[in-house]
């Protein structure tokens, strides 16, 4: 986007809400961001100016049509079984210039990830695949999520309990939750139950949200959070959620993709 562009949008139509450094320049937020990717999409589909930005600053989630998502996708997905780093970004280069990041997420990121494991538990993807894709996509979202700890917003402590290392959906739940104004303290994969503790007790944060992919980890972790429930508003999301053992802990589930769980943790 050229700046002029981009002023024009601010002055006219109150998309943008930058800050200004202290030599003048505008600072531009990610909620910023996702504005401008919300109304380029609106405008590429056929929505005039004025109605793209009524409907992008009331954060209204932009969709592609099902064709040209289901084309992005597929060449997504072909370049990363092929190990085609550079075809790959480009496609997720072209997916973000066109859509809202949380869209790119709900609507390629999430449902590929999901085939992809399949895939691999089938013998139709090789190990190498999948953790080249895997990791492809963990450094394209640690570049989006930089800067998500810095929100004004209600800060929350994201974790994976200890033996869980599938982590992408919760760092995609934190990026949505960062565009809401949320401030996100990442935990990340396989940490220790004492450790969120800690880092509650230390930053006092609104609650913490766990993230499982297979119900074994929040098992074998249920007494120590149930102990942390009592103190902390404790929320558990992701495929391996047994609803029974979230209740019995104290939790309170999040159910949905990662980009609706965030929805529904901040309205």
Known sequence: MSAELLRAWEQRYGLLRPERSSGGFRLYSPADEARVHRMTALIASGVS?????????????????????DELARELRSALDRFDAEGAHDALDR?????????????????????????????????????????LVRGRLLGIARGWANGSGPAFVL??????????????????????????IFL??????????????????????????RSVPLAASAGELKA?????????????????????????????DPIAAARALIT
């Not at 100016?49 to 040209?68: M, Q, Y």
């Not at 200890?162 to 995609?172: C, I, K, Q, R, V």
């Not at 990340?188 to 509650?200: C, F, L, R, S």
């Not at 429930?229 to 029974?244: F, K, L, Q, S, T």
Request: glycine share 12%; proline share 5%.
């Open 159 to 184: 974790a994976c309990p200890p033996g869980e290392e599938h982590d992408l959906g919760l760092m995609m739940f934190g990026i949505a939750l960062a565009r809401r104004g949320a401030r996100v």
């Open 228 to 256: 942390m429930a009592r103190d902390i508003a404790v929320y558990v999301g992701g495929p391996g959620v047994d609803e029974a053992t979230v209740l019995d802990l104290g939790g309170r589930l999040l159910e949905g």
């Open 95 to 135: 997916l973000l210039a066109t859509v809202s990041v949380e869209a790119a997420i709900a609507e390629v990121l999430v449902p590929m990830l999901h085939e992809l494991g399949e895939r691999w538990e089938t013998g139709e993807a090789t190990v190498g695949q999948e953790h080249f894709a895997s990791n």
């Open 49 to 69: 100016a004025s109605e793209a930005a009524a409907r992008a600053t009331k954060d209204e989630p932009v969709t592609l049509g099902g064709a040209a998502t």
């Open 188 to 213: 990340g994969a396989d940490t220790p139950v004492g450790t969120i503790a800690e880092t509650v007790r230390e930053l006092e944060p609104q609650a913490v949200v766990i993230a499982v992919a």
